[in-house]
């Protein structure tokens, strides 16, 4: 009894000193955070794209193609947005098969030879008034060749010319669809590898010698990251959605940005950056019909119809199928905003123009609708016969120009490339002059993705 009860206080010691060497140790031991907590390392690639546009996923195809990892960053607009809008432009090409078979039916007499890239080249300098890069325009002529078989690749043929008086203008076959080129391009786009992020970027970040090192990114979680890569190519659009920034001048009654999608984004970054900006000045305006509720408009392609009139809350009226193309928008930018109308026969109004039409049966129901006095309506708008009206805008489709680039897409600054920084589609300046030639959107993108995505692959692994 007397061995039991001398051992119960060593014993009791002995614990107390255990547990305070197990607290010591795990005070003194090393503290860590939890992983979750540590910022993300860098992430890094080759090449990357900003922008939605068919210019951008052409461009990363491309990339992908020449062997670079790309990613692609649409900044939250939806790809391939301005599909419709460039295939309905038709495409501007030489020496293709439909204008080679155009020749051959000419009679013999005529000795008609095939539309050469020559041709198109001095059709662009008369367009455009000579107001091109002479060095960007030679290497857009010399691409003309390759302009058909690269469309085509890409899952769509301009079989049609609609006039032969216009042999370098084709036209996609009746029944395309634009839609279903738009997802078959993003379907190859993706099936070639590359990364399409819906992080958004923030910055373009440099080295000290100004070469392009990488990406500022903000995810979805609002956190800050940095993508390393060696090329990045802007091809966000033109600045169609932004015009008061390049031009506060317009006349902004019933004005409005037809493309909404292409903020300018790429184009404000890079002037920003001291990058060369050039032919801000031009944009092309359209007829739109207008959705009263503002979320729909239709461009109007084809027109004027026969009897068919422009008026205004004020009792103003123009002979829409009389007038020209100037007297028709200062028409429309004097009235009254919101309140100028397309006057059209029912059976004169093409289908996809017709949702946007209401059908009044007298002049009381239409005045009531339009707010204001109404003018006297020649033949046939009886006042007893339904009248079709639509609402109407001037509407911004196209800004092309912008930053001014080499042959390669290289962007400029201060007359000179900077290493890494490429620019494909609407956003690029110098392709065109004073006004731009029928068919020349799609073919612009064509060649400038074309370039500057096998450029910018090229640098990212050289």
């Known amino acids: 009894m007397r061995y039991s009860r001398s051992i119960q206080p060593v014993l009791v010691v002995l614990l107390l000193v255990l547990i305070l060497a197990a607290f010591i140790l795990d005070w003194t031991r090393p503290r860590t955070q939890p992983v979750e907590a540590l910022p993300p390392p860098p992430r890094s690639t080759d090449m990357a794209v900003i922008g939605a546009t068919t210019a951008a996923l052409l461009t990363a195809l491309q990339g992908a193609q020449n062997g670079a990892q790309v990613y692609l960053f649409p900044q939250g607009a939806e790809l391939g947005e301005d599909a419709a809008f460039l295939l309905a432009e038709g495409l501007a090409a030489a020496g293709t098969p439909p204008q080679r078979e155009l020749a051959a039916a000419s009679p013999p007499e005529e000795a008609a030879e095939p539309f050469s890239p020559a041709d198109l080249g001095r059709l662009l300098r008369e367009w455009g008034g000579n107001l091109h890069d002479p060095a960007l325009l030679s290497a857009f002529i010399q691409f003309v060749p390759r302009l058909y078989p690269l469309l085509e690749s890409t899952g769509i043929s301009f079989t049609y010319i609609p006039d032969p008086d216009r042999s370098y203008l084709h036209l996609p076959p009746a029944g395309a669809d634009p839609a279903a080129y738009q997802q078959h391009l993003k379907l190859k786009v993706m099936q070639a590898g590359v990364i399409i992020s819906n992080d958004r970027v923030k910055e373009l970040l440099f080295s000290p010698q100004g070469e392009i090192k990488g990406l500022l990114l903000l995810n979805s979680w609002g956190r800050e990251e940095v993508l390393r890569l060696r090329s990045v190519v802007l091809a966000d659009g033109g600045y169609s959605g932004n015009l008061l920034r390049w031009h506060p001048y317009l006349p902004y009654n019933n004005l409005v940005p037809y493309r909404t999608g292409q903020e300018g984004w790429g184009l404000s970054l890079a002037a920003e950056l001291g990058m060369d900006v050039l032919q801000t000045g031009f944009y092309r305006r359209r007829v739109l019909l207008f959705d009263p509720s503002g979320e729909k408009s239709c461009l109007l392609l084809s027109g004027p119809w026969e009897q068919s009139y422009l008026f205004n809350n004020r009792g103003q009226l123009l002979a829409w199928y009389a007038a020209d193309t100037q007297e028709i928008f200062n028409f429309i930018h004097a009235s009254p905003p919101g309140a100028v109308y397309l006057l059209a026969a029912p059976e004169s109004i093409p289908a996809v ?46 800004t092309p120009d912008g930053l001014a680039i080499t042959p390669r897409g290289e962007v400029k600054r201060n007359g000179m490339a ?34 500057a995505g096998e450029a910018a692959a090229h640098h990212a692994w050289k």
């Open 353 to 398: 123009c017709a949702p946007f039409f209401r059908s009044f049966a007298d002049r009381e129901a239409l005045a009531e609708f339009c707010g204001g006095a109404l003018p006297p309506f020649p033949p046939p708008f009886a006042a007893t016969e339904p009248h079709a009206v639509a609402p109407v805008r001037v509407g911004v489709d196209y």
């Open 418 to 451: 900077v290493p890494g920084l490429y620019a494909a589609g609407e956003i690029c300046g110098g392709l065109h002059g004073a006004v731009v030639l029928p068919g020349m959107p799609l073919s612009e993108t064509l060649f400038l993705a074309a370039v």
